[in-house]
C-alpha cells in the first residue's frame, strides 16, 4: 500500500510540472483537435476504437498532428493489453519479449495484445521482420506511429497486414481550439492577434503551439499574451498582413514568376512565409502556375512544382521553404506560355455553345456484347498498326471536326511542338489573350 501512495503521490506530482503540450493531451475522442476525416462518428478509426476492434494500423502523419494521443486513447477504450515500445530504444530482443508476453496472455486469459511502436520508421528490416509473424496469426494487433512515409521506411510484408491511416496538419480552426483550451486551462487571456500569430507560426503542430504558448505565458507575467510574448517565444518577428493584403501578396508573388523576375518571386514567397502563410497555399500555387503560365513551353514546370508540393508534405518547414524557392527559380526562369489556358477554354466554349453532337460512331466501346451489331467500333484504325504511328480519321463529332483549340507558341519546347502530318487545320475559334 505505501508503494502505491508513493507511486500515486510522484504521478501527480509529474502531472504538475509537466510541459503544458502533455498536460493538455486529450482524454477522449471528443476532445482531439482535427482529424475529423478519421475520427468523426462514424469514420473508420473512430468506428474501430469505439467497437475496440482495431486491426493492425499505421498511423502517418506529421509531427503534433495526435499519433502518440490517439495511441493512448486507444489504450483507454481497449479490454486487450496495451503495450508500448519506443522503436529508437527497442530492439529485437525486446520485440520477441514482448510477442512471447502477448501469446502467454491469449493462452492463459483469452486477452489480446496491442503493441504501440512508436517511431517505427526507425525499426530495421530484421526489427519488422519479428513482428511480422505475430502481427499475420493475430497474436499482436500492432498499432505503429511514423512521421516518414511509411512506403519507404516500413517493410512491404508488414506495411500490407496494416491499414494505413493519414494524420493531416491541424487547420486554423483547430489550432484555434488548442489555443482556447490551453489558455482557459492555464487562466490567461490569449489576444486574437496573439492567437492568430501562434496558429500560423507552427504549420499545423499543435505540439509546436502549445510549447510557444507556455513559453509565452511565462514571458508575459500576467494574465495577458499579446503579440509581443508570442515573438519572444518563437525568436521571430511576425511580418503580419490583413486579408486584403493577402490577396495583394499572392498576386504580386504570381505576377513576378509570370513576368521571369525570379528575384521578385523569392522576395514576396519569403515575405508569405515570414507572415506565416499556409506552405501547402504556396505550393498550390505554383502547381497552377505551372501549366497556367510555363504549359507546353516547359513541360518539366509541372513536375518541378508538383515535386515542391509533395516536399511541402513530406518534410514541412522550415526545410521545405528551400523546395518551394527552387520551384519560384524554376518557373520564373523558363519560358511562358499560356496556350494550353486559351486551348483548354476555347474547347469549353464550344462544350458551352455548341451541339453536343454524337460520338462518332468507330469512336465508341466495342467491347460488350451486342456492341458489333450497332456498329461501334466498326472502321476503327489502330495507330500503332501504322508504321507512321499515326493515322487519318475523325476523333469528334461532325460539326467540331474542323475546329482547333491548341496554337504552340514559339516559346521554349513549345515553338518545337510538331503535330502529325495531315493535322493542318483552320483557323481557330476566336480567342481572348
Known sequence: MPADLFAAAA??????????AQRMRPRSLEEVAGQEHLL?????????????RLSSVILWGPPGTGKTTLA?????ATTR?????????????????????????????????????????????????????AVEDGTLTLVGATTENPFFSVTSPLLSRSTLFRLEPLG??????????????????????????LVGLVDGDARALLTSLEVAIALA????????????????????????EHYDVVSAFIKSIRGSDVDAGLYWLARMLAAGEDARFVARRLVILASEDVGMADPAALLVADAAARAVEMVGLPEARLNLAQAVVHLA?????????????AAERDVRDQPAGRVPPHLRDAHYQGAARLGHGAGYRYPHDDPSGWVDQQYRPDHLEGRRYYQPSTHGQEARWDPPPGRALPEPPETAE
Not at 11 to 20: H, Q
Not at 40 to 52: E, H, K, S, T, Y
Not at 72 to 76: D, H, M, Q, S, Y
Not at 224 to 235: F, G, K, L, Q, W
Open 221 to 244: 507575467g500576467g494574465a495577458t499574451i499579446d503579440v509581443a510574448e508570442v515573438e519572444a517565444a518563437r525568436s521571430t518577428r511576425a511580418l503580419r498582413y490583413g486579408q486584403d
Open 172 to 197: 486554423p480552426a483547430a489550432l484555434r481550439a488548442v489555443v482556447s483550451r490551453a489558455a482557459a486551462a492555464e487562466g490567461v487571456t490569449v489576444t486574437d492577434a496573439a492567437a492568430e500569430l
Open 11 to 20: 504521478d501527480e506530482r509529474l502531472t504538475a510540472i509537466a510541459p503544458l
Open 81 to 133: 493489453d496495451f503495450v508500448p515500445l519506443s522503436a529508437v530504444t527497442a530492439g529485437v530482443k525486446e520485440v520477441r519479449e514482448t510477442v512471447e508476453g502477448a501469446r502467454r496472455l491469449l493462452g492463459e486469459q483469452g486477452r489480446g495484445t496491442i503493441l504501440f511502436l512508436d517511431e517505427v520508421h526507425r525499426f530495421n528490416r530484421a526489427q519488422q521482420d519479428a513482428l511480422l509473424p
Open 333 to 345: 526562369g523558363a519560358p511562358k506560355s499560356n496556350r494550353v489556358t486559351l486551348a483548354l477554354g
Open 40 to 52: 468523426a462518428p462514424g469514420r473508420p478509426l473512430r468506428a474501430l476504437i469505439d467497437a475496440d
Open 72 to 76: 493512448r486513447l486507444i489504450a483507454g
